[in-house]
């Protein structure tokens, strides 16, 4: 009896330790499991935000870029009718000024009526003159705010695409990591089970010893 009790404290000492320390081990697992698993579902939500914002950012750039090219349209060709506008004006003005800079009788009658339609085409050509330098400057501001808003956005661009690729990476690779814990825990888990198998059969036996000696005792005792 007492070299079976000497096993069975030797046994179930050396498994309740073989116990703590599987358990332990698989506690610790899981904790990281758990972190790895909770930082990789953030960084795929980081990820899904990412690619949202780049294709809002592309729609933004085309649509960006159809105006641009609206305008750039509009611009060719107002300017090329003010500037044709301007020209004819110019032409009149200058045959007009030659005619009634002649000497003549009849020149000098009409003077009257010529100086206010030549006042008139200073007046056009003045106007002529505003409107195309206001859309030229126009067009410089929205060519500069497009090229700088542009710019702006491909900076933009490659920052979210260099992240969306740097935590994808990591994400994979925590996917992976996590797995191959996943797998380790299991044998660890199968140990711990084979463990907690072994301490019933040794209670049931050891228990099943014990009390067969506390009875005999309590038997020799009686007597």
């Known amino acids: 009896d007492a070299t079976h009790k000497a096993y069975c404290d030797k046994e179930l000492k050396e498994s309740e330790e073989k116990k703590a320390d599987k358990t332990a081990e698989v506690e610790k697992l899981t904790t990281r499991i758990d972190s790895m698993m909770a930082r990789s579902a953030t960084l795929k939500e980081e990820v899904a935000q990412l690619q949202a914002d780049l294709a809002a950012l592309a729609k933004a750039q085309a ?32 045959i007009l000024n030659e005619y009634y800079a002649k000497e003549g009788k009849a020149h000098t009658d009409k003077s009257g009526a010529g100086a206010s339609i030549i006042g008139l085409l200073e007046v056009c050509e003045s106007d002529f003159s505003k409107s195309l330098a206001e859309i030229e400057s126009s067009e410089e501001t929205a060519a500069a705010e497009y090229d700088r808003q542009t710019k702006e956005n491909a900076v933009d661009k490659t920052t979210k695409t260099k992240d969306v690729d ?7 690779g925590l996917d992976k990591e996590s797995a191959e814990l996943s797998s380790d825990r299991s044998n660890v888990q ?23 000696y506390e009875q005999r005792k309590a038997r020799y005792e009686a007597e």
């Open 63 to 94: 649509d960006m870029d159809r105006i641009r090219e609206e305008e750039h349209t509009a611009y060719v060709t107002n300017k090329a009718d003010m500037e044709q506008g301007l020209t004819g004006v110019k032409l009149a003005l200058k």
């Open 166 to 172: 740097y935590k994808t990476k990591e994400s994979v």
């Open 190 to 212: 199968a140990e711990l089970d084979a463990v907690l198998e072994y301490l019933q059969k040794i209670h049931k036996e050891c228990d099943e010893v014990a009390e067969t």
